[in-house]
């Protein structure tokens, strides 16, 4: 109430084109000191800029004055300010006749709230704010925040609210607060502004502060809904959000992979390769826990393919020409799996090879295994997608629809659990005897926010291969196996129009648009083959403890008595792959060990 917005605009300016106009120079130094160890070392040239906490201060002035107090506290943290002159200093003093001058030309009005001055400290009376010497002089003195913080205090405040474009001053408001006060910013740096101010309101709630909900969620669409009563169903009903990570990876040399699967990214250092990492779990990512075949938790085929996408677009490629699935990502029930991505160095043509390794989080004295392989290349430029003017009637014609309505109850007979972010298929249609099915899929809208993160949700692209077991022609439990020539056109699509077309008797080919029929996705082929309950728990085993060494005595390759069989023989999956495996490693390390 003390200024108009007119007249508050008219100080603002003015104060920053007197102060631009000052000469160049001089220096701030924000200090590990108190003011009292500081005001004996300062003379005409420097002065007490701020006053942020109990040993936290600002000198100000001639750069020579103020490294001399540098210099002075030689032993003590102490940082230099990127400012253009030296603010609250008596470099500031050939400005403040013209600006008194501008402040008297203003209206003031009664203050309607207390004010805690940054001038002294203390409640401003209403005559000290409605006077143009205040304001002359909170351009020229120190700015006494802590103080101010002690006098809010000292009044009973225990809740502070920072209004700001980041949290840097409830850091230093604590400093000079009571031990159980709550602080909380509306506002953080590089973190979503409607999250960041639901997460300082809820700080203040939990506290006691009371917070009109009714007002905070108007116009969104929110409403009050029933917690779950029935405990049988095993479903979370936590909100997800993102997952805490501790640490900010540029820091490991790293770079943020900005992607929901993947944490981090980092080029190879002796060629031209990539490396991605992440870290998977049914805790962090719980919607992967809706993708259960025959009992076992699966990181989906898509989510393989998502992860070569992804890495793809690390390089430049945007085509998985070939990815293959060697063995199940499975996710245990507590704990969770480190995940890495390797792209090698480009050919001569620009192909990279990419692999898809995992290992479980306690398991660091153990190999990787390999759980998909494949090639990237780039798109030739002006390549179009096949099939996307079919988008254009919908549903297209000299289709019959097929009905779904039982679709997941038969799919759990199979052996597939899919949970309710995995049930999005939502319409099909097929066209002749099966050779070509349409279909609409849906993610469901709690995973919308994930999707917006995603080169397309491996959950989507799940639930679009649905239509092809609704028309499967056994009752085998088949998982993706092979991709080719895999392209994305558009990212982040939550709804989905999809045409698969049979390939051969285990493949099928994919294209899919957006709901205006726009281009989103292109499969060549995708192969299939059955998958068994022994094979998953293959898998389990395999990925809860893959191969060890174990050294024991052994007679020589040479013994007649002792049945040999050569490494590459296992390896090339000739015969059963025994429990021992004896390599040779004669030389290594200076021992002689068959």
Not at 4 to 14: G, N, T
Not at 242 to 260: K, M, Q
Not at 536 to 565: F, M
Request: overall charge negative.
């Amino acid at each position: 109430g003390v200024f108009s917005l007119a007249d508050a605009c008219a100080l603002v300016a003015a104060r920053g084109r007197l102060m631009q106009a000052l000469p160049e120079g001089g220096a701030m130094l924000a200090l590990q000191a108190t003011e009292d160890e500081v005001r004996p070392l300062l003379g005409g040239l420097v002065s007490i800029a701020a006053v942020n906490g109990p040993r936290a201060v600002v000198v100000s002035g001639a750069e020579g004055a103020v490294e001399e107090i540098r210099a002075h506290f030689g032993d003590r943290k102490s940082t230099r300010l990127r400012v253009s002159h030296a603010f609250h200093s008596p470099l500031m003093d050939p400005m403040l006749d013209d600006f008194h001058r501008v402040v008297e030309g203003l209206s003031f009005g009664t203050p309607l709230i207390p004010v805690v001055s940054n001038l002294t400290g203390q409640i401003a009376a209403s005559e000290e704010l409605c006077s143009p010497d205040y304001w002359v002089r909170h351009v020229r003195e120190a700015v006494r925040f802590a103080d101010g913080i002690r006098t809010l205090t000292a009044t009973g405040v225990t809740r502070f609210l920072e209004l700001g474009p980041d949290g840097v001053l409830t850091a230093m408001a604590a400093e000079s607060a009571d031990a159980d006060a709550v602080f909380a910013a509306v506002l953080r740096k590089d973190r979503d502004e409607e999250t960041t101010t639901l997460q300082a309101l809820a700080r203040l709630y939990v506290d006691g502060a009371k917070v009109d909900w009714t007002a905070v969620f108007t116009g969104t669409g929110a409403q009050h809904v029933d917690l779950p009563t029935y405990p049988f169903q095993r479903r979370r009903y936590w909100p997800t959000g993102t997952v805490a990570r501790a640490g900010d990876v540029r820091f490991a040399g790293l770079s943020a992979a900005e992607h929901p699967l993947l944490t981090a990214s980092v080029p190879l250092a002796d060629d031209d390769g990539v490396l991605l990492t992440g870290r998977l779990s049914v805790q962090s990512h719980p919607w992967l826990a809706d993708h259960n075949v025959k009992g076992t938790v699966l990181l989906p085929g898509t989510g393989l393919l998502e992860l070569a996408l992804r890495a793809g677009d690390e390089v430049g490629c945007d085509v998985v020409e070939e990815l293959t699935l060697a063995a199940p990502l499975v996710l245990p029930a507590e704990g969770g799996v480190q995940v890495q991505v390797k792209v090698g160095a480009p050919d001569g043509a620009g192909h990279r090879n990419v692999g898809v390794f995992g290992r479980l989080d306690d398991a660091a004295d153990e190999v990787w295994v390999r759980h998909a392989g494949g090639v990237l290349s780039t798109r030739a430029e002006g390549t179009a997608p096949a099939q996307w003017s079919d988008w254009s009637v919908w549903p297209p014609e000299g289709v019959e629809p097929v009905s779904i309505e039982d679709a997941y109850d038969t799919f759990a007979e199979a052996g597939f659990g899919y949970g309710p972010v995995f049930q999005g298929l939502r319409a099909m249609w097929r066209r002749g005897q099966g050779e070509e099915l349409f279909a609409e899929v849906v993610l469901p809208e709690q995973a919308h926010d994930d999707a917006a993160r995603f080169g397309l949700h491996p959950a989507l692209l799940d639930a679009s291969l649905h239509a092809g077991l609704v028309e499967g022609a056994d009752d085998d439990t088949v998982v993706p196996f092979a991709w080719n020539q895999v392209s994305l056109h558009a990212a982040g699509a939550t709804a989905v129009r999809v045409r698969l077309t049979r390939v051969g008797a285990e493949g099928l080919s994919l294209t899919m648009a957006d709901m205006t029929g726009r281009p989103v996705l292109s499969v060549g082929s995708m192969l299939s083959r059955p998958v068994s309950a022994e094979q998953l728990e293959s898998g389990v085993r395999t990925a809860e403890r893959p191969y060890a060494i174990e050294w024991a005595t052994l007679p020589h390759a040479a013994n007649p008595d002792v049945s040999w069989v050569r490494w590459e023989e296992v390896s090339g999956g000739v015969g059963p792959v025994p429990g021992v495996v004896v390599l040779d490693c004669g030389g290594v390390g200076g021992m002689d060990v068959p």
